[in-house]
Structure formats: C-alpha cells, structure tokens
C-alpha cells in the first residue's frame, strides 16, 4: 500500500543578519523537541520569527501563523533553543534572526480529521525568510512508531536547499525527512545570504480510521 504522508515538521530556518555581506548565520546547538498529543486528531501549521542574541539564546519570537493547540507547545519548546550564534565578517558574535516552522500531519488516513485550520498573522517580516513550497515527508512503510527527525538544510541567496544532512536521527525515518526537506523553498529574507535551516519532522503513526479491534486470545 502506498504510504500517506501523516508526519509534522518543524522548520527551523537561519535568516541573514540584517547588513551582513559575509560571516556565519546562526546554527542551532541544543533545546527541547515539541511534544504533540497523541490525541490531537487533525494537524496544523506554526510559524515562528525567532530573535537569536549574540550569545546565542532565544530573546524573542513571533507568531507568523498559528493552529492551536500546536502553537503554545511550539512556543514552549522554542524558548529553550540554544544555538552557536552568528558571526560578521570579522568574526565578531552578533545578534540575528530564524524563522521556525512547524508543520503537523494529521494521522487520521482514510477521513477528513476535525480542527482549527492554520491562520497566517503575518507574512510580512522580511528579517527572516518565509516558506514558499514545502512538502511533508512520507511515512516510511517499515515505521511501527512515532519519532522524530532534526535536518540540517543548507539554503542559498535563491531560497532553494542545495544540501541537507539528519543531525538527530532516527532510522528509517531519516531517508524520507532528507527527501521532503529537499523539495522546500522560501522567499529570501531582506539583504539575504545563504543560511542554514532546520526542520524538524516528527512522525505520526497512521491511523486507519474505522478499523477492526484486534481479537484477544
């Protein structure tokens, strides 16, 4: 049977300080995953502008799109992010800015699910970049569980991924992470340099909906 896509991403994307020509962008080093309810039916869309300080802790975010309840748990686990913090051309640590993205598969297969549709606040922020294509990943067809995948994208002056790597694995959820992070793009953010992005794509087993009870022996 061919697998349906019934997983969540976070996207966690480095933008380009503002005036900086040359350097690093900020990289994410550490922090909680988000946790999404098991018993959250339907899926969603968060998107977060992220202020990062020059010492590398979260000062700031803004909602960019919300879908509850996964916004409030986005947030949570956001504010604990630690990252090695962008430097200038000099070498010098300065203050930036990422956007995050998080988007929840619904695991329901085979119905409609039931729940508040994302609501995009504001596409405005040009501090950060904004998703423009995106593409969720597949649930692989050996998978029996729930699990989360950390990918470390590399995204050009364009807004295209020109190279991706698994930095928190998690086989065999790994190949399909790598493969749908591959298709995203976004809209450049202001005075924009190639930058690094995460996504963070949590997986949700499917569920057939109406399926029989297994019979107990």
């Not at 999404?36 to 990062?52: E, F, I, N, T, Y």
């Not at 699910?113 to 593409?135: E, N």
């Amino acid at each position: 049977m061919k697998a349906l896509a019934t997983a969540c991403a976070i996207v966690l994307v480095s933008a380009a300080v503002a005036g900086q020509t040359a350097g690093e962008p900020a990289r994410f080093s550490d922090g909680s995953i988000p946790r999404v309810s098991p018993l959250a039916a339907a899926g969603g869309d968060v998107v977060l502008a992220v202020s990062v300080s020059a010492a590398g802790i979260v000062d700031d975010m803004i909602v960019l799109r919300s879908t509850p309840p996964f916004t409030a748990d986005v947030l949570a686990a956001v504010k604990t992010w630690k990252f090695e913090p962008a430097v200038d051309a000099k070498g010098k640590k300065i203050d930036s800015h990422v956007l995050v993205d998080a988007v929840i598969g619904a695991p329901s297969l085979n119905v409609p699910t039931v729940g508040t549709p994302p609501q995009t606040l504001s596409s405005a922020d040009t501090s950060v970049p904004f998703p423009a294509q995106t593409a969720p990943p597949v649930y692989p067809v050996n998978a029996r569980a729930d699990d989360t995948v950390l990918v470390e994208a590399r995204v050009d002056a364009t807004g295209h991924v020109v190279g991706a790597s698994a930095i928190r694995s998690a086989p065999p959820f790994d190949a399909p992470a790598l493969q749908a992070a591959r298709f995203w793009t976004f809209r450049p953010a202001q005075n924009a340099s190639p930058t690094n992005v995460y996504l963070l794509f949590v997986f949700r087993q499917p569920v057939m909906a109406g399926a029989a009870p297994k019979a107990v022996k």
